[in-house]
C-alpha cells in the first residue's frame, strides 16, 4: 500500500514514523518547499507543488499511490480543497488531518474574525502596539495599518509589510514565561494570531491572558463538504490500517 501523506506539520511528520516502521506500507511525504530550512520527515520526501488538481492528479496517478492523507497546516486550505477534489476524481480514499483548535478560557479576551483582511481592521481599534503571528504570508494583510507590528515568523515576511514594524525569526516551541517577557518588553497591546491550535505556539495565548490583553483570533477556512476528517495521528493512522 502507497500513502502520499500531504505534510507541513508535526502530525504529517508523525504519522511518516509511524508508517515507516510498519511492513507493506510505503509512503512518500509532500511538502510545498516554502519554508528555507524545513523540518524533514523520516522516508521519501517531494518538494513543491503539483500544479493545482491536474498535476496532483497526475502525480498520484504516475506514482501508484493508493490513499492520500492530507496533513497540511488547517490554514493551507487551498492544498486540502485540491487533494479532495484530486482523490475524488480518482476515486481515492482520503483523509484530512486537523489538530483541534484552540478554546477560549476564563480570563480571555478574544474576538474571533472570519479571515486577515477582518482581522486588520479589527486590531485597529485595539491598540498600538500589536503581536502578529500570522504566518510569513498573512504579514501583506497589515501592510496598510499604522501601528507598530512585532512580526514573528520562522522566515520573513513575504510582499508588503507595515511601515512601522520589527521582525522576530523564530520556530516554536514557545515558553509561557518567555512570551510574557516578549510582550511585556515589547509594551504589546494586542495579539493577532490564526486558529492553528496544538501545543507548540500555545504559550503566546496564556501570556496574553496573564497580561489581560486582547487576541484577534483568526478563524479556519472550513474543510471541503463531506471531507472525512481526524483529530490526531492515532485516529489518522487506525483510518490508513483499516484500509489494508
Ligand atoms: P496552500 O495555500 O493551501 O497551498 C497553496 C499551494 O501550495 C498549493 O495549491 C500547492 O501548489 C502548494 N502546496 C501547499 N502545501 C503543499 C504540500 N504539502 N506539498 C506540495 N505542495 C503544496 O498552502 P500554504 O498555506 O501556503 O502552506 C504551505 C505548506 O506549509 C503546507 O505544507 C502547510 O502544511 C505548511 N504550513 C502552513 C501554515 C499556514 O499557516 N498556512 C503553517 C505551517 C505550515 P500546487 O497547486 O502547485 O500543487
Redesign the pocket.
Given at each position: 500500500m502507497k500513502i502520499l501523506i500531504?505534510?507541513?506539520?508535526r502530525e504529517a511528520r508523525e504519522i511518516a514514523d509511524i508508517a515507516s516502521g510498519e511492513r507493506g506500507v510505503e509512503i512518500v511525504s509532500?511538502?510545498?518547499g516554502?519554508v528555507r530550512e524545513p523540518v524533514l520527515p523520516v522516508g521519501a520526501v517531494r518538494m513543491?507543488?503539483?500544479?493545482?488538481v491536474q498535476?496532483?492528479r497526475e502525480w498520484i496517478s504516475g506514482n501508484a499511490i493508493d490513499l492520500v492523507v492530507d496533513a497540511?497546516?488547517p490554514?493551507?486550505?487551498?492544498?486540502?480543497a485540491?487533494a479532495a477534489q484530486a482523490a475524488a476524481q480518482l476515486g481515492l480514499p482520503v483523509l484530512h488531518v486537523r489538530r483541534p483548535g484552540w478554546h477560549e478560557q476564563p480570563g480571555d479576551r478574544w474576538i474571533r474574525v472570519p479571515n486577515l483582511t477582518v482581522a486588520a481592521e479589527t486590531v485597529a481599534g485595539l491598540g498600538d502596539r500589536v503581536f502578529l503571528t500570522v504566518?510569513r504570508?498573512g504579514v501583506a494583510a497589515f501592510a496598510a495599518s499604522g501601528q507598530f507590528f512585532l512580526i514573528r515568523a520562522i522566515d520573513s515576511p513575504e510582499g508588503a509589510v507595515p511601515p512601522r514594524h520589527e521582525v522576530l525569526l523564530a520556530r516554536g516551541p514557545f515558553a509561557v514565561e518567555e512570551e510574557i517577557a516578549l510582550l511585556t518588553a515589547h509594551a504589546i497591546e494586542v495579539l493577532v494570531t490564526?486558529d492553528?491550535g496544538g501545543a507548540l505556539t500555545e504559550a503566546k495565548l496564556q501570556a496574553a491572558r496573564t497580561l489581560g490583553l486582547p487576541v484577534v483570533m483568526i478563524d479556519r477556512p472550513p474543510l471541503p463538504g463531506g471531507a472525512e476528517q481526524v483529530e490526531t495521528v492515532a485516529q489518522a493512522w487506525d483510518w490508513v490500517l483499516a484500509r489494508r
Open positions: 500531504l505534510g507541513g506539520t509532500s511538502l510545498a516554502r513543491g507543488g503539483f500544479g493545482g498535476g496532483l497540511t497546516h490554514f493551507a486550505g487551498g492544498m486540502t485540491n504566518g504570508q490564526k492553528s
